[in-house]
């Protein structure tokens, strides 16, 4: 057997936590003249707490991607980060979002490499053909640079809310020295890493060329990723949007160490590494475009190669300022997302119902909701983030919720009927317009 889907599991049900029932009385109120984004938000902003949840005996907290049953550590940061501005006074809250830092730290000691875990060591995986060196506790072992960084981003913002630095005990500095070494290997990744993955399931997108290696790359101080945020193979393996999400996370992790660990020489460490992916991004990541100027590229292999597209997927080149690594009003951001909303830019599709950007994950002419939502999130006007919302109300093709790919035709038509992370996502898009009254 080579794929291996498991049907829907059940989730023991949890009570709502009483800041996120605060939330959805107080979008009663201010949606209310709203009555189908209403009831939108009211399905997707619980829907992680509702259906993809497990506090575990130890302390932890499992949370699944959705239709599959497995933590995927990118997607269950994001199917909780729209909480974390809610936790400081709810200690349910804290337990939820502090359990799943727990569980990211430790999946990332058994295996740093892999993308997404089982809730047990059940020996379940995506793939039981895979060529990798797999355990029993993961499910996929596809090297996302993206992953661990999104494990930091949680634990840096539930600390910087709260306050709480419970999280931060001896196995946190642990893990924050594996990312480290890992990190620093993958610079180098054809001299010193020991990571192969092939996938023989005749989908060139799920595995990785030259026996597991990957393509050519030149050192440039980025780090190597074998898999996009979608899943899919990179093209050239320096993803920038990945190492702009890198720069960040070291930032973070500097914090950390400075503040909570009182570790001068690792925060000195961590600063190297920095400036070096930095540098790196700055030097070979940025591309000459003859319509729209300097552009970031979403891959380039230091070789003088770019793959010049944007995908779906956060992280993206759309989602540079939600990672932080600069803002919105940044001149060579406003380039690239006017080159990513482009018809030059592979991926984008416009249609009947819509337009957006896709995903060379799904057919061709769909359109992603987290997409729409995160170009909602990171849009300067107020009539741009207000436009991206009526679209996402107007292509739930019926279902109350958000899904991956829609086609830019017929919304009804799409890919991924329960899918948390986009339900997340467009309610974080609907709960930040409504703090600023634009609704």
Same mark, same amino acid.
């Given at each position: 057997?080579?794929?291996?889907?498991?049907?829907? #599991?059940? +989730?023991?049900?949890?009570?709502?936590?009483?800041?996120?029932?605060?939330?959805?009385?107080?979008?009663?109120?201010?949606?209310?003249?709203?009555?189908?984004?209403?009831?939108?938000?009211?399905?997707?902003?619980?829907? /992680?707490?509702?259906?993809?949840?497990?506090?575990?005996?130890?302390?932890? /907290?499992?949370? #699944?991607?959705?239709?599959?049953?497995?933590?995927?550590?990118?997607?269950?940061?994001?199917?909780?980060?729209?909480?974390?501005?809610?936790?400081?006074?709810?200690?349910?809250?804290?337990?939820?979002?502090?359990?799943?830092?727990?569980?990211?730290? +430790?999946?990332?000691?058994?295996?740093?490499?892999?993308?997404?875990?089982?809730?047990?060591?059940?020996?379940? *995986?995506?793939?039981?053909?895979?060529?990798?060196?797999?355990?029993?506790?993961?499910?996929?072992?596809?090297?996302?640079?993206?992953?661990?960084?999104?494990?930091?981003?949680?634990?840096?913002?539930?600390?910087?809310?709260?306050?709480? /630095?419970?999280?931060?005990?001896?196995?946190?500095?642990?893990?924050?020295?594996?990312?480290?070494?890992?990190?620093?290997?993958?610079?180098?990744?054809?001299?010193?890493?020991?990571?192969?993955?092939?996938?023989?399931?005749?989908?060139?997108?799920?595995?990785?060329?030259?026996?597991?290696?990957?393509?050519?790359?030149?050192?440039?101080?980025?780090?190597?990723?074998?898999?996009?945020?979608?899943?899919?193979?990179?093209?050239?393996?320096?993803?920038?949007?990945?190492?702009?999400?890198?720069?960040?996370?070291?930032?973070?992790?500097?914090?950390?160490?400075?503040?909570?660990?009182?570790?001068?020489?690792?925060?000195?460490?961590?600063?190297?590494?920095?400036?070096?992916?930095?540098?790196?991004?700055?030097?070979?990541?940025?591309?000459?475009?003859?319509?729209?100027?300097?552009?970031?590229?979403?891959?380039?292999?230091?070789?003088?190669?770019?793959?010049?597209?944007?995908?779906?997927?956060?992280?993206?080149?759309?989602?540079?300022?939600?990672?932080?690594?600069?803002?919105?009003?940044?001149? #060579?951001?406003?380039?690239?997302?006017?080159?990513?909303?482009?018809?030059?830019?592979?991926?984008?599709?416009?249609?009947?119902?819509?337009?957006?950007?896709?995903?060379? *994950?799904?057919?061709?002419?769909?359109?992603?909701?987290?997409?729409?939502?995160?170009?909602?999130?990171?849009?300067?006007?107020?009539?741009?983030?207000?436009?991206?919302?009526?679209?996402?109300?107007?292509?739930?093709?019926?279902?109350?919720?958000? *899904?991956?790919?829609?086609?830019?035709?017929?919304?009804?038509?799409?890919?991924?009927?329960?899918?948390?992370?986009?339900?997340?996502?467009?309610?974080?898009?609907?709960?930040?317009?409504?703090?600023?009254?634009?609704?």
């Amino acid at each position: 057997m080579e794929q291996f889907r498991l049907p829907k #599991i059940p +989730m023991p049900e949890l009570t709502l936590p009483q800041a996120v029932q605060d939330v959805l009385k107080e979008a009663e109120q201010k949606l209310a003249h709203r009555p189908k984004l209403l009831q939108l938000f009211k399905n997707c902003f619980p829907n /992680t707490l509702e259906t993809t949840t497990k506090l575990m005996d130890d302390g932890t /907290t499992f949370v #699944i991607t959705g239709d599959i049953p497995a933590m995927w550590l990118r997607d269950s940061v994001e199917q909780v980060i729209h909480y974390v501005p809610f936790t400081k006074e709810d200690k349910d809250l804290q337990r939820i979002i502090g359990g799943l830092i727990k569980r990211h730290m +430790m999946s990332i000691q058994i295996d740093p490499y892999a993308n997404a875990f089982n809730e047990t060591a059940n020996d379940w *995986h995506w793939n039981t053909t895979d060529e990798t060196e797999m355990s029993p506790w993961v499910w996929e072992r596809k090297f996302e640079l993206d992953s661990i960084c999104f494990s930091i981003r949680l634990a840096h913002a539930y600390w910087k809310e709260t306050e709480l /630095t419970d999280i931060f005990d001896s196995g946190f500095k642990a893990t924050m020295r594996r990312i480290v070494e890992l990190w620093k290997t993958e610079q180098r990744h054809f001299e010193l890493s020991p990571y192969r993955f092939v996938r023989d399931n005749g989908i060139p997108t799920d595995s990785l060329r030259n026996s597991g290696l990957g393509m050519p790359v030149n050192y440039t101080g980025m780090i190597w990723s074998g898999f996009r945020s979608s899943d899919d193979a990179c093209d050239f393996h320096y993803n920038v949007p990945d190492n702009m999400f890198a720069v960040v996370a070291l930032r973070q992790m500097r914090e950390i160490a400075e503040w909570v660990f009182r570790d001068m020489d690792f925060v000195k460490e961590l600063k190297r590494l920095e400036d070096d992916v930095d540098h790196g991004i700055q030097l070979y990541g940025i591309y000459q475009h003859p319509e729209f100027g300097p552009i970031y590229a979403y891959e380039t292999d230091g070789f003088g190669n770019y793959c010049l597209m944007d995908d779906a997927g956060t992280p993206g080149l759309m989602s540079i300022p939600y990672l932080g690594y600069t803002t919105a009003d940044d001149p #060579i951001y406003q380039n690239t997302r006017k080159f990513a909303l482009s018809k030059l830019n592979p991926f984008y599709y416009e249609g009947t119902a819509a337009k957006g950007i896709g995903s060379p *994950h799904t057919p061709p002419g769909y359109i992603w909701h987290m997409a729409l939502s995160m170009q909602g999130i990171t849009a300067v006007s107020s009539e741009e983030k207000l436009a991206l919302i009526d679209m996402l109300e107007a292509t739930d093709g019926g279902t109350g919720y958000m *899904h991956e790919g829609f086609h830019a035709d017929d919304p009804s038509v799409f890919t991924r009927k329960w899918f948390a992370w986009s339900n997340s996502l467009f309610a974080q898009l609907v709960y930040k317009a409504m703090k600023e009254d634009l609704l």
